[in-house]
T-cell receptor, first 115, second 110 residues
Framework: SAVISQKPSRDICQRGTSLTIQCQVDSQVTMMFWYRQQPGQSLTLIATANQGSEATYESGFVIDKFPISRPNLTFSTLTVSNMSPEDSSIYLC????????????FGSGTRLTVV | ELKVEQNPLFLSMQEGKNYTIYCNYSTTSDRLYWYRQDPGKSLESLFVLLSNGAVKQEGRLMASLDTKARLSTLHITAAVHDLSATYFCAVDSGTYKYIFGTGTRLKVLA
């Protein structure tokens, strides 16, 4: 299955600032997914990032707040903009493992704390 | 809109006991996945269930899928402390997007 390197693993940020999270995959993948996991909660899909096109955002998430880049088939970034304490969460990227029948592989996650 | 519910949300059990976690979903899907998450860690894939009646087993865990009832179960046999974690089911919405269940936080007591 794919191996994902996600950075940073954690960060503490001041409100009003922005943080960019990176995910590097060891193989080419068409779709990458970004999730948010708020403290003690389940995972919520933020957006789907396809190479060469605009990301598709889920209800409740907007591009101005969570801009995504997907410059090639192995890399993507998610920026959390103008942060507030409510943005404190774990953010994870995910890619299909050898096709959808094998489930998905997740990055190690970025634990973000906004103070 | 696809909704996925798990129960129980919290489960505290003694070592050696058996228990079942349930995952119900609201619309048709024939792909369901189970994941494990340890505190502060990412998600680890446990099972991929792709058809009605599918049953998968790994060690003390067994997962099954009933697509007609829109129900999956994760059965724990003779629990051990190492199984303490949060378990999530996730359902494929049909567009390669997962909808995750609420999660079940399992604590196995020695």
């Amino acid at each position: 299955s794919a191996v994902i390197s996600q950075k940073p693993s954690r960060d503490i940020c001041q409100r009003g600032t922005s943080l960019t999270i990176q995910c590097q995959v060891d193989s080419q993948v068409t779709m990458m997914f970004w999730y948010r996991q708020q403290p003690g909660q389940s995972l919520t899909l933020i957006a789907t990032a396809n190479q060469g096109s605009e990301a598709t955002y889920e209800s409740g998430f907007v591009i101005d707040k969570f801009p995504i880049s997907r410059p090639n088939l192995t890399f993507s970034t998610l920026t959390v903009s103008n942060m507030s304490p409510e943005d404190s969460s774990i953010y994870l990227c995910s890619v299909p493992s050898r096709g959808n029948n094998y489930g998905y592989t997740f990055g190690s996650g970025t634990r973000l704390t906004v103070v | 809109e696809l909704k996925v519910e798990q129960n129980p949300l919290f489960l505290s059990m003694q070592e050696g006991k058996n228990y079942t976690i349930y995952c119900n979903y609201s619309t048709t899907s024939d792909r369901l996945y189970w994941y494990r998450q340890d505190p502060g860690k990412s998600l680890e894939s446990l099972f991929v269930l792709l058809s009605n009646g599918a049953v998968k087993q790994e060690g003390r865990l067994m997962a099954s899928l009933d697509t007609k009832a829109r129900l999956s179960t994760l059965h724990i046999t003779a629990a051990v402390h190492d199984l303490s974690a949060t378990y999530f089911c996730a359902v494929d919405s049909g567009t390669y997007k997962y909808i995750f269940g609420t999660g079940t936080r399992l604590k196995v007591l020695a």
